[in-house]
Nanobody, 125 residues
Framework: QVQLVESGGGLVQAGGSLRLSCAASGRTFGTHAMAWFRQAPGKERECVAAIRLTGGYTYYADSVKGRFTISRDNAKNTVYLQMNSLKPEDTAVYYC??????????????????WGQGTQVTVSS
């Protein structure tokens, strides 16, 4: 089992920044990739960013390119999401997820094996 704990969410004004963290514990050996998804009320869960733990390949949704940066600290089993120039449409619950299967389809939620409980991000206009 793997446990994922997100932190860093909150309320911020448009144009502001937040940094989310996701700490993984448990049987983390063999993790292939980690990702951040978000889900707004009435909308489907979408992948905003993903990172492969070896090699550092990254994926970003078009809506966040140039504003969000995903990074990881393998020694700490932690992945981060730096969010800059936040917009009201970024408001959502943000979830961390891990993949052990070796997927190349980083944006597909069904490829991920474990999920965190989510952290709320609210951007006011």
């Amino acid at each position: 089992q793997v446990q994922l704990v997100e932190s860093g969410g909150g309320l911020v004004q448009a144009g502001g920044s937040l940094r989310l963290s996701c700490a993984a514990s448990g049987r983390t050996f063999g993790t292939h990739a980690m990702a951040w998804f978000r889900q707004a009320p009435g909308k489907e869960r979408e992948c905003v960013a993903a990172i492969r733990l070896t090699g550092g390949y990254t994926y970003y949704a078009d809506s966040v390119k140039g504003r969000f940066t995903i990074s990881r600290d393998n020694a700490k089993n932690t992945v981060y999401l730096q969010m800059n120039s936040l917009k009201p449409e970024d408001t959502a619950v943000y979830y961390c997820a891990t993949d052990f299967s070796g997927t190349d389809s980083y944006s597909r939620s069904y490829e991920y094996d474990y999920w965190g409980q989510g952290t709320q991000v609210t951007v006011s206009s």
